[in-house]
């Protein structure tokens, strides 16, 4: 396999990069100085770029769920998708289990297709509506030749049974109209897991669903990863589900990752004026009914296509400092404040 890198080749990586922030010895999702850059056209032309990402190192080891979260438009779908390579990063790479897989094409990835799946936020439009639940749960498993006739039908009930979609023999012959936005999204992530997936990105996945079956969704996702191990990106603008729910947070701003640490230490101690502003503007501690609530942060939305010079958040930011935090062409790096809690800003 010419373009996949060995473990050793993975882990030879220069000292600077090895000094990002890492958990455990061999992450299973590793992100390396991502971007991705979409090119802005009008007419027949270019004329400048959005970058979503725009340089972005993360890992995610076996079993461990890590939250994104900030605003929308902070680019943390497309990170998101560059991990699971439904997007080709215009530069950095993106290993799974120590196989580059930044340029791999589709054609050679399906050994990772198997692997590692994605539930949306879209429960209404991520279903195929002509098919039955249990067409669209077993189809990966008919993708990947996996099982006789009968083995499929018992896996599918497995999946059924472990959403909660019970009984699940009831659910089999319904089509997707016929079940409520809650029950759908736990169709959706009865499919996503009946391959087994080591990794699973979960982008928004209770955003679209009604607030009754939102603490239902999360806990089905939460039981599956300490069940089986699996490693979750979870994305989501309401750092409150987050705390409970992952075991690290990234806050992502225009593109970059400003900060990332243990949930608890995000959460009780952040340390990025940005961060400090998403949790001051979680309006009550009642994660069900406020997940459609966008965060406020005063000053001008923000705009990958027109990144500020220096740090990104120094425009809207009440402690930016003149001549350190708008200098052109210095982004602050992150930097470890306390053992695994990593920020981006010049005050540290
Ligand atoms: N395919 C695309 N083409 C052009 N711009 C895009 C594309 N996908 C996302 N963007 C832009 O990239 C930025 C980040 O988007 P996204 O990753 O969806 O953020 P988030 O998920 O945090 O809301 C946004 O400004 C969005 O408009
Ligand atoms: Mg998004």
Redesign the pocket.
């Known amino acids: 396999m010419p373009d996949a890198t060995t473990e050793a080749q993975a882990q030879a990586l220069p000292a600077e990069r090895a000094e990002r922030p890492t958990q455990g010895e061999k992450p299973l999702v590793r992100l390396e100085d991502v971007k991705?850059h979409?090119?802005?056209r009008r007419g027949l032309f270019a004329r400048g770029v959005?970058?979503?990402?725009d340089g972005v190192s993360l890992q995610l080891a076996r079993g461990e769920t890590v939250a994104?979260v900030?605003?929308?438009?902070?680019?943390?779908?497309?990170?998101?998708?560059a991990s699971l390579r439904l997007?080709e990063p215009t530069a950095g790479r993106v290993l799974f289990d120590g196989r580059d897989i930044t340029h791999v094409p589709e054609a050679r990835l399906k050994w990772f297709r198997r692997r590692a799946q994605a539930v949306f936020q879209d429960p209404y439009s991520s279903l195929n509506g002509t098919m039955t639940i249990e067409q669209i749960v077993e189809e990966p498993l008919i993708i990947h030749g996996v099982g006789t006739r009968e083995e499929r039908r018992a896996r599918v009930l497995e999946a059924l049974e472990a959403v909660r979609l019970r009984p699940p023999e009831e659910f089999l012959k319904k089509f997707p109209h016929q079940l409520s936005g809650g029950q759908r999204q736990r169709a959706a992530i009865a499919r996503a897991l009946v391959l087994d997936p080591e990794y699973v990105v979960a982008?928004?996945p209770v955003s679209m669903v009604d607030a009754s079956s939102r603490a239902e969704i999360l806990l089905v996702l939460k039981e599956r990863q300490e069940a089986a191990g699996t490693a979750i990106l979870y994305?989501t603008?309401d750092i409150a589900t987050a705390r409970h729910f992952a075991h690290r947070v990234g806050v992502?701003y225009l593109?970059h990752l400003v900060e990332l640490g243990p949930s608890e230490r995000v959460i009780e101690n952040p340390l990025h004026p940005y961060t400090q502003a998403l949790i001051a503007a979680v309006p009550e501690p009642d994660p069900t009914n406020r997940l459609r609530e966008r965060p406020v942060i005063p000053g001008e939305p923000p705009?990958?296509?027109h990144t500020p010079k220096g740090c990104p958040f120094h425009p809207r930011c009440p402690k930016a400092m003149k001549g350190t935090c708008d200098v052109e062409g210095r982004t602050p790096q992150l930097k470890e404040h306390e053992p695994g809690h990593w920020v981006a800003c010049y005050l540290y």
């Open positions: 991705v979409f090119p802005i959005v970058k979503a990402v994104l900030g605003e929308s438009g902070s680019g943390k779908t497309t990170l998101g998708r997007i982008d928004e994305i603008h992502m593109g705009s990958p296509a």
